[in-house]
């Protein structure tokens, strides 16, 4: 694996648990980033569209910085990891309060141009 064939973009701070996270990031490894770009255009999760900036400043990357063919580009990875807790309370009955934990999440996206020689088995 080359080093100059690939290109990432991260987000630290994404306002939605990781296992949810991970079930878009899941649905778009291993695919053609046209294709998943359609796939997160039209999802109905809200994250999709946090997702959708990550990968087209991913794609942003992989062209200008690395001047790699946008049409050859596929998923390689894409990571999901913790990030910091809000934790907030609501009152509850006889005085007592109850936590309320708003987790947070980063992910990171790596995408690789794809080889002219390789088939296309993930469109």
């Known amino acids: 694996m080359k080093q100059a064939s690939i290109a990432l973009a991260k987000d630290n701070m994404l306002r939605v648990s990781p296992s ?32 959708l900036k990550v990968l087209n400043a991913a794609v942003a990357n992989a062209e200008n910085n690395k001047q790699l063919d946008i049409d050859k580009l596929y998923i390689k990875e894409a990571y999901v990891g ?17 936590s309320i934990i708003k987790p947070f999440s980063k992910i990171t996206i790596i995408v690789e141009e794809r080889a002219s020689s390789k088939k296309k088995g993930n469109e």
């Open 20 to 51: 949810k996270l991970n079930f878009i990031t899941k649905s778009i490894v291993n695919k053609n980033v046209s294709h998943a770009v359609n796939q997160l255009k039209f999802s109905n999760k809200r994250i999709s569209k946090n997702v």
């Open 82 to 98: 913790k990030s910091l807790r809000m934790k907030r309370w609501r009152p509850r009955a006889k005085g007592r309060a109850g």
